[in-house]
Structures are given as C-alpha cells and as structure tokens.
C-alpha cells in the first residue's frame, strides 16, 4: 500500500535534512508503530507522507498503490485515502467541525466514487461515528478544536479519522497529552476502526499506547533513519533498555550492516 | 503652506461657503459652519492623523452641488430594503429624502422617526441637532454643517422600545458630474428606551461621488442602542463618515461597522462616556481589494469611573489596497475601574497590500483594565495544511480561513437578514479573492 524508497527529506529551501534515507514498506492490513527519540525524524516522515510544504524531498521515492505521490498536493493526496492525526491539531476558529467534516467527506467521497450525502444524512452518519470516540455531540456545532483541551483535540482527530475513512492513517503521538481513561477510548477506537483493508502507522514516544494497540512491526528511527526493526516485542525491549541500548546495534533500515 | 492656500486649494472649501440650500431651515448651522471653515484647513500628509491617508481622489476631484451633477434616477431600491425594516424604513438618494420609498408605520409608543426637515421645530431638534458634533479642526463635519439640508431623525420617549429596527438606508446613483452628499442623523434616546438601528450606504453604480455622513447620537441614561453601520459604496466613491455617541449612566452603545465599498473611506467614529456604568461597543470589519483605501480613526474617551468598552477592529486586505487604523482610547484621572478591550487584527492576503495601525492609549487613572493588541499576519500555512490534509483544495481552504477570520466581528449582529448579507458579502469578497490567485 504504502513504500517508502531512500528516501531523503529536508526543511524546503533551508537545506536541513531531516530524513536521510528512510524505506519501509506497508502492506495493508498492517499496524506499524515508529518509536524513536525526539528529534530522530518520526514526525517529519508523517508530515512528508501527506504532503506538508514545509519539507522537500530530495532523493527517492514515495509510492501510495503503485503510484508515485511526490507531485501530489495534500488534499490530493487526502482523496487518495490518506489521512494524518496532527501530533498539534490546528484551531479554526469560526469553521464548525461539521462543517469541516462534511466538506471534506464529501470532496473525498467524490474522488473515492463514495456517494456524497446531503446534510440531513452527513448528520445520522456522523452522530454514529461520535460514539466511537465517546465525543459529546455539542462538538459537532463548535468551531475545530477552538477552545478545547489537549486530549478532546485529539479525540477530534479520531473522530475525523472515523468520519473520512482513510485507507492509511498516519497517527502523529496520538498518545501524547492523553490520560489513561481518553488513552483507552482512543485506541478502542483506533482498533474498531482498523480493519483488513486499510494500514495504519503509530508515531509515539511511549511504549503504553503498544499496550491498547498491538502493532505488527515496530521500528526506530535515529537521526533519520530506522535504524531497527522488529516486532511488537522490540517496543518493551526499548521501554526496559533505553533508545541508548541502540547504539550498540547497528542495523540500518532493519538490515545488519 | 498657509492656512489660505490650503482653503484655496479645496474645491470643497468653495463648494461649502456657496449658499446653496434656498430654504430658511438650518440657515443659521450652515452660516455658523461655513464661518469655522473659513478657518480650518484642508488636512494633509504633514498632519499626523493624516500621515498615511491618500487624500487625492477627493482633491484631484472636481465636485459639484448635487444639483448641478446630473444625477440619473434611482432604480431597484427595493433590493436593499431589509424585512424587518417593513413599516420603519428612511431611505435616501444621494443625501436626500426619499419619502415614496421610505415606509414609517407605528413603531411601538414614543418612537418617533422620519426626515429631520419635518422635525425642525421639534424641540429635541432644536436642543441637539449640531450640538453633539465634536470634531476639532475637522473640515469634513464642517462640510456636513454647510451643506446640511436633510437626514434622519430618531427619538425615543422615555421607556420607550422601538418594536423592530430602523433602517436608514442611503442609496447614491451615478451622475454626469461627481456630486458631494452630506446626510446627518440624529437619534436621542430618552431614558430606559431601546433601539437598533441598521445604517446602510450603497453605491448603485461604479461612479466617483462623496458622502460626508454625520450623525449625532444621544444616549440617556438606562437606555440601549445597537446601531450597525454597512458602506458599500461604488468602488470610485469617497466616503468620510462622523458618527459620535455620548452614553449616560447605565446605557448601552453598541456599534459594528462593515467597510466593504469606496476608493477612499475615513471613519472616525467617537464613544464619550458621560456618567458611570456604562458599556459601549466599536467593532469593525474592513475587507478591502484593488486600489481601496480605508482608514479607521476613533476615539473610546472613558471620563467617569465603572465602564466597560470593547474594540475588535478586523482587516483583510487584497491587492494594492491599504488599511490605517488608529483606536485612541483615553481614560481620563477619575475614570477609575475601567474595563477597556481593543484587538486590531490585520490578514495581509497580497504582497501588495499595506497595513498601517497605531493602537494609541491614554490612561491618566491608576486603577484600570487596559487590554489592547495589533497584529499583522498572513494565513498560518499550518492551518492551510490542516484544512488541505482534509481534503481542502488550497483556494478552498484559504477562503474558509479567511471567512472564519472574518466572521467574528459580525457574530453579535443580531438583526436576522443583515447577518446573512454580511455572511453573503464576506463569501463573495473571500471567492473573489480565491479566484485571484494572489494570495501568498
């Protein structure tokens, strides 16, 4: 579904590399977590696999089914069926979440051959996905994470990530900002969501949300790079041993070099 | 330069000390007024309040009396009658009384409305008309004065509640020749009364005029005014507009003006706090494109202690266009426990545009709540790129961020269908602007 080829990604027009090097291969089905210290590259590869302008890539290739998304805008690449869980969800005051939701659903609807649905149907569709998330239903009608906390703004990405569909989601630490009852209806809802169709990605510092959602493969990025790969096993060895424990592997996109 | 060159060099000063209105009416405001220009200069760059403003497409300008311009008749004023201003309409063209398309039904016990001409003996005329203006060394309130001949007026009786909004509607048409119009509004609220007026100038063409509105605004004690100020003149007009509210012990001023139209606008709208309690309202919203000027000067003056004043000035410019904002707010030594909020916001959509703002606060009590704030800022690519990993198209998303950086300021205007026009305008300056391709 998703393949990541060498490929090296830096700030655009700063010439800070980021990225130096990365491939990963993600069939569907599969829920892979990448775990690695701050400043390793982690949430740059997410943001480089939507689309963000802010990065350039340089060298190699990123393919979505088959096909080479370099060139593709991030809405572009939204109806292609991927979708980032932003590790900061963005404030948009005076745009109401069903507004946001039903826009996108529909544009991407459009582009997926999903029938669109008109805002007396949007609404029964929405309220359902709203249990998932055990969101209240007054969120609906305020405006996009204006005024909410850490953990209801990242609800509000599961939720939307119910709402759309995705058949890759990228979770930027997730995780993070969560208390243990919000960590638990999080990834409940992440696990309802996920099926043999689609991938997902974790982004987390922390072994904990590997407790709720048991990946396939678990990797370690180090200075852009993944630097080992392995089971779900490997995030407890982290856990117990430290990213240092690392440094005496030296594996290099999960090869022994 | 002297004071001399500068009057001789206004076509305006000329136009003004001409007695051009035959009637008795006002004789005596426009000779008073006429006297106090013939001492007051043309403002100019070298004015600080003046420092950013353009003036030439009023002084490179030959206007001529209304009379003399050739004004083509009015058409489809309909258009921009609100429904809930059926049975309390004044409408205008080009300044002048239009009684055929105004509507004046009962409007609830001492509510008295209508053309100020037939009011002149009224005795609140007489005691306030001219009286409120306070514009020092101001030749455009000078204007107004000597070239007064009609405008609204407004009274509410004590306890007196006017039962829907007033919509004093001032159309202009194109002409031959450029025309200057002058329109006055008097409103006195009488204790404990309540209104909600909804001024609205719209240019029905695209030629070049000027109206100099004034209104005065009396606001007594207990008493609540909303008062909504829409310009959409045409897109060569020149729009210079005075409107001051004095607000007495526990009454409300809340005013919203939306600047859509005009080549040149300069708005200087003044709150003066007469007693305690009070809280008043100058909210703006200026969405401003192509060669579009609009400059914002006002005064809060807080005089008496315990009151609450709130400023949201927002601005979005397109273009080559260019916004000045100046927000003074004085608070005088015994004006103590003071709440005054003021936020200038300014989206610069283009590189071309131009935002000038000076926050300017004068405080003389020590015990106050003073917040104020400017910004200049562009849309934030991270929220560009939030909309867009949605599904957004760039054009699309930019418009949403900039709808929603726009709605706030016109949230708290209540009256139904002036809402959704506004909604309606800031749609279609935000599609335009997509369309463009210019943003940044």
Known sequence: MLELKDVYAEVEGEGIEILKGVSLTINKGEIHAIMGPNGSGKSTLAKVVSGHPEYEVTQGDILFNGESILELDPDERAHAGIFLAFQYPVEVPGVTNTTLLRESYNTIAASRGREELDPLEFDDYIREKLDLVEMNPDFLERSVNTGFSGGEKKRNEIFQMAVLQPSLALLDETDSGLDIDALRVVSEGINKLHTSEDAVILITHYQRLLNYIVPDFVHVMRDGRIVKTGGKELALELEEKGYDWLDSQTTVNGEVK | ?440
């Open chain 2, 1 to 440: 330069m002297t004071l001399n060159k500068q009057i001789e060099l206004s076509v305006l000063h000329n136009l003004a000390a001409a007695e051009t209105a035959p009637e008795e009416r006002w004789a005596d405001i426009r000779k008073e007024s006429r006297s106090a220009l013939s001492q007051t200069a043309f403002p100019h760059r070298k004015i600080e309040e003046w420092r950013f403003t353009d003036l030439r497409p009023i002084t490179r300008t030959e206007f001529v009396p209304l009379e003399n311009a050739g004004a083509f008749p009015v058409s489809g004023a309909e258009t921009y009658f609100i429904p809930e201003s059926e049975g309390s309409r004044l409408v205008f063209v080009n300044g002048r009384y239009q009684e055929e398309l105004s509507s004046t039904g009962p409007l609830g016990k001492g509510v008295i409305f209508g053309n100020l001409a037939e009011y002149e003996d009224n005795p609140v005329v007489q005691e306030y008309l001219n009286k409120l203006l306070n514009y020092e060394e101001d030749v455009f309130s000078l204007y107004n004065g000597a070239l007064l001949n009609d405008g609204a007026f407004i009274h509410l009786e004590k306890n007196a509640k006017a039962e829907a909004p007033i919509q004093v509607l001032h159309l202009y048409t194109d002409s031959a020749k450029p025309f200057v119009a002058t329109p006055r509004l008097l409103v006195v609220a009488e204790e404990e009364s309540d209104l909600t007026i909804v001024e609205d100038h719209v240019g029905l063409g695209n030629n070049v005029y000027m109206t100099l509105p004034v209104s005065e605004v009396k606001v007594k004690e207990g008493a609540h005014i909303h008062h909504v100020r829409l310009q959409r003149d045409s897109e060569e007009a020149v729009h210079v507009s005075r409107p001051i509210a004095y607000v007495e012990k526990n009454s409300e001023y809340h005013a919203y003006t939306i600047t859509l139209g005009a080549r040149l606008s300069r708005n200087e709208p003044r709150v003066v706090q007469e007693d305690e309690e009070v809280d008043f309202t100058l909210d703006g919203l200026v969405l401003i494109d192509g060669n579009q000027i609009a400059d914002t000067h006002s005064v809060m003056d807080h005089r008496f202690a315990h009151g609450q004043s709130h400023q949201l000035h927002k601005v979005v410019v397109n273009g080559n266009a260019h916004s000045i904002f100046n927000g003074k707010i004085f608070v005088r030594k015994d004006a103590q426990k003071i709440d005054s909020f003021q936020e200038n916001r300014n989206l610069l959509l283009s590189y071309e545009g131009l935002v000038n703002t000076k926050p300017q606060l004068e405080i003389f009590a020590d015990d106050v709540l003073c917040s104020h704030g400017a910004t200049i800022g562009q849309l934030d690519p991270e929220e560009v790129f939030y909309l867009q990993s949605r599904g957004m198209t760039e054009e699309k998303a930019k418009e949403v961020l900039t709808y929603a950086f726009a709605l706030e300021t016109i949230e708290n205007v209540k009256i139904e269908s002036v809402h959704k026009l506004l909604i309606e305008e800031v749609n279609r300056y935000t599609r335009a602007n997509s369309i463009q391709k210019e943003t940044v």
